[in-house]
């Protein structure tokens, strides 16, 4: 696999995870496939396909180019933000069980709306039993971002005020499972009426090893938003020096690119 995942709960604040390189050279042959519009392909090399080069035209590859080598500033933040998106929903599909679907990866870093949904999908019973709901940032500042940012978030999320975006996700998601009118109608139901949710805080943090004393810190205030300890998460991919790693990140996504000519 390209990233070691562990189990880093802190209760009682919330569960999660803590997340290290195991194969840069792996996660970013994945990230190029993304970032050309391969991400089909990218599960199926996760799933232990045969991966091929990520092909991409002169105009794709030039304006890949662009978005991997920014300049100095915050267009440099919103191409680490972006390419940490994508790790983040290669983490989902790592971490994804049975009947577990995933919404597609953001393309670039303007993207709004949902960083990443995850829905469970019960065969038998034909209706969701749960939904996961990401924030994901890059900073190097995840306490401020945390409480300024993710938090908000989770509670429009919480509280219904984006239950239309969530039903439009659902349709594209539940596609493959060709529901019928009746069936999407209990899906619906069930989403509204039992909010079956979950919520998934993913940040970038800057010290290496990050103690779960300092994830207890950083995950402050949770509870206030989330009630219950078994529906929020909190996780952490500790970088020594976040901008410097993107950095030598992106050149690996973009060797990747480059070698690909077509």
């Not at 189990?7 to 919330?14: E, M």
């Not at 060709?178 to 009426?193: G, K």
Request: some cysteine; aromatic content about 10%; overall charge negative.
């Amino acid at each position: 696999m390209p990233l070691n995942i562990v189990d880093y709960p802190a209760p009682p604040v919330c569960g999660g995870s803590q997340w290290t390189v195991a194969d840069e050279e792996r996660l970013a042959t994945l990230v190029a496939l993304v970032m050309v519009g391969r991400s089909h392909m990218a599960v199926r090399v996760l799933q232990g396909a045969q991966g091929n080069p990520p092909l991409a035209t002169a105009a794709l590859r030039d304006h890949l180019r662009r978005q991997l080598f920014p300049a100095a500033g915050p267009p440099t933040y919103h191409r680490d933000g972006l390419l940490f998106e994508i790790i983040c929903w290669v983490v989902a599909h790592i971490t994804a069980g049975p009947n577990e679907v995933i919404s597609e990866p953001h393309l670039t870093s303007t993207s709004q709306g949902l960083d990443t949904i995850k829905m469970s999908f019960d065969p038998n019973d034909r209706t969701v039993q749960n939904v996961v709901i990401y924030e994901q940032k890059c900073t190097e500042d995840p306490r401020a971002l945390f409480l300024d940012q993710v938090l908000p978030a989770f509670r429009k999320w919480f509280s219904g005020a984006r239950d239309n975006e969530l039903l439009q996700a659902t349709i594209g998601l539940l596609q493959g499972f060709d529901l019928t009118d009746a069936e999407s109608t209990r899906v619906y139901d069930r989403l509204l009426q039992d909010r079956p949710f979950a919520f998934r805080a993913a940040l970038t943090v800057n010290q290496n090893p990050f103690t779960v004393a300092q994830c207890l810190a950083l995950f402050a205030g949770y509870p206030n938003i989330i009630p219950a300890l078994e529906d929020r998460y909190g996780d952490t991919f500790p970088l020594a020096d976040i901008r410097a790693w993107f950095s030598v990140f992106a050149n690996r996504v973009w060797q990747k690119i480059e070698a690909a000519n077509v």
